[in-house]
């Protein structure tokens, strides 16, 4: 959600790229469902590991800033930086998978958690250009 909810605040400037502890292939559907209500498509976006990454030619080297949303991605994040300089950040994101026993109520939850992630970005880089 975080990768698609940032292209479509901030558009295309700034490269973002969404990356795991571990690779879930598969985009939940209600993260899906809960990010096109406010016009970001998830459906074709794939998730990678940060191995995957590295193993693709991507170096987290070439990057500025990491942010973590899970306690594990920030452990892993921390461990692979610690020779570059760049700066890695911890949002304490709100993990939906797992909450909510209905449809709606797994859908309020991940409501919850996609407007977590604007306003986090929000502070960070602004408003909307």
Known sequence: MAEGIMK??????????SVG?????????????VCEE???AL????????????????????????????PASQRRA?????FYHLKVEYWPIMDPTG???TREQKLNVYRQTR???????KRKWGAQP
Do not use: C, P
């Open 43 to 70: 459906n074709r976006h794939r998730s990678r590991s940060f191995d995957e990454m590295e193993e693709n030619g991507e170096a987290l080297s070439g990057f500025d800033l990491i942010v973590a949303l899970s």
């Open 8 to 17: 479509k605040l901030y558009g295309f400037e700034t490269y973002v790229q």
């Open 115 to 121: 407007d977590q992630l604007v306003d986090h970005l």
């Open 21 to 33: 502890v571990m690779n879930d292939l598969e985009i939940d559907g209600f993260a899906i469902a």
């Open 38 to 40: 406010i016009g970001v």
């Open 99 to 101: 909450l909510g026993e």
């Open 78 to 82: 921390l461990d692979l930086t610690r």
